[in-house]
Nanobody
Framework: VQLQASGGGLVQPGGSLNLSCAAS????????IGWFREAPGQGREGVSC???????TYADSVKGRFTISRDNAKDTVYLQMNSPKPEDTAVYYC???????????????????WGQGTQVTVSS
């Protein structure tokens, strides 16, 4: 099982950035994929999740600004970050779960497989 997050970088507040999570080694279409982030000195926070059926879930802090999507033909999940804020600065991770209940979609213990992170820095 492999998850490869990419697309991070430096972005100005109010700009946009698109993260990708490329998966391999498992039945991608049957898994929920989540995005999490970890800022220095803070715990891992759930950002967004997309179910195997394409149902999205968002943390309140990013609702209306971030959009998650998946392309099962490419085994890839995307996180479109619009109007990012400095407080969105963190290392972003993607993770996969074969079965996650609705109330746990943004809780990291629900996810068995993790990729390496990609740094996102929001600064002018």
């Amino acid at each position: 099982v492999q998850l490869q997050a990419s697309g991070g970088g430096l972005v100005q507040p109010g700009g946009s950035l698109n993260l990708s999570c490329a998966a391999s080694g498992f039945a991608f279409a049957k898994y929920a994929i989540g995005w999490f982030r970890e800022a220095p000195g803070q715990g891992r926070e759930g950002v967004s999740c997309i179910s195997s059926h394409g149902l999205p879930t968002y943390a309140d802090s990013v609702k209306g600004r971030f959009t998650i999507s998946r392309d099962n033909a490419k085994d890839t999940v995307y996180l479109q970050m619009n109007s990012p804020k400095p407080e969105d600065t963190a290392v972003y991770y993607c993770a996969a779960s074969r079965s996650v209940i609705l109330s746990s979609r943004l809780r990291y213990p629900s996810y068995a497989y993790w990729g390496q992170g990609t740094q996102v820095t929001v600064s002018s």
